[in-house]
């Protein structure tokens, strides 16, 4: 199928000539219906292909805290919307009985990057606050529908050199965040749709929260008993 005439499924009512109320209703709940039923099945093959992936980054995102190290989040746009998101999540938990975990925002100092975006360009708005902030052992997660974002890759380098851990969750077919080599653990979204990638990236990290958690809970537990049998 085209991506004209997935266009026309998805947007039927923008096509054609002016509708009657009544078939102009119809076509608006084809459209939900039809939204609804690509959001699922793209949910379902990211996941049934990332699910090993994302374990794999709850672990080593564990073993970051267990090592009193911390969460870096970027993204550009709606991205850094994410990544505000989930700095919150991890530091301010809704679960009870969860502990705050120390996560931060680098698209929340306004300051910062309009700063270094005028003085040394853009694509080191990242760069900068991980050399200030960032230690070994922390870790960073990155978020970008494309994957070709210029200043996350940039600073995917940098972690690199730092020995930051890299979390990346991109679209596509991966764009540079797969290409580069840099991500330690990429979460690619099989599909051009940035609706459906931001929608995936969303559960996503809700589930790497989730699993963090777990893994760490998982310690908390097996100290107690150890405590207890001594």
């Known amino acids: 199928m085209s991506s004209q005439t997935d266009?026309?499924?998805?947007?039927?009512?923008?096509?054609?000539?002016?509708?009657?109320?009544?078939?102009?209703?119809?076509?608006?709940?084809?459209s939900v219906a039809?939204?609804?039923?690509?959001?699922?099945?793209?949910?379902?093959?990211?996941?049934?292909?990332?699910?090993p992936v994302l374990v794999a980054a709850a672990k080593a995102l564990?073993?970051?805290?267990?090592?009193?190290g911390r969460l870096y989040s970027m993204g550009n746009g709606g991205s850094s919307c994410d990544a505000a998101h989930v700095a919150v999540e991890f530091s301010h938990p809704v679960t009870a009985g969860r502990p705050a975990l120390a996560a931060v925002s680098l698209v929340a100092d306004l300051a910062m990057i309009s700063a270094v975006g005028n003085d040394v360009g853009f694509e080191h708005i990242f760069v900068r606050q991980l050399i200030a902030q960032g230690r070994t052992g922390d870790a960073v997660i990155g978020f970008s529908t494309s994957g070709d974002s210029a200043n996350l890759i940039a600073a995917?380098?940098?972690?690199?050199?730092?020995?930051?851990?890299?979390?990346?969750?991109?679209?596509?077919?991966?764009?540079?965040?797969?290409?580069?080599?840099?991500?330690?653990?990429?979460?690619?979204?099989?599909?051009?749709?940035?609706?459906?990638?931001?929608?995936?990236?969303?559960?996503?990290?809700?589930?790497?929260?989730?699993?963090?958690?777990t893994l760490l809970a998982d310690d908390r537990g097996s100290a107690m008993a150890a405590g207890a049998a001594a």
């Open 34 to 51: 039809e939204k609804a039923r690509d959001s699922r099945e793209t949910s379902e093959r990211f996941f049934a292909a990332q699910g």
């Open 62 to 68: 564990a073993d970051v805290y267990r090592l009193g």
């Open 156 to 213: 995917f380098a940098k972690a690199r050199d730092m020995g930051v851990v890299t979390i990346g969750m991109a679209g596509g077919e991966g764009g540079r965040m797969k290409s580069s080599g840099l991500v330690d653990h990429l979460l690619i979204v099989p599909t051009s749709s940035i609706h459906r990638i931001q929608e995936c990236h969303v559960a996503a990290y809700h589930i790497l929260w989730d699993l963090t958690h």
């Open 7 to 30: 266009l026309r499924a998805l947007y039927p009512f923008l096509h054609g000539k002016p509708r009657e109320p009544e078939a102009l209703g119809a076509a608006l709940l084809h």
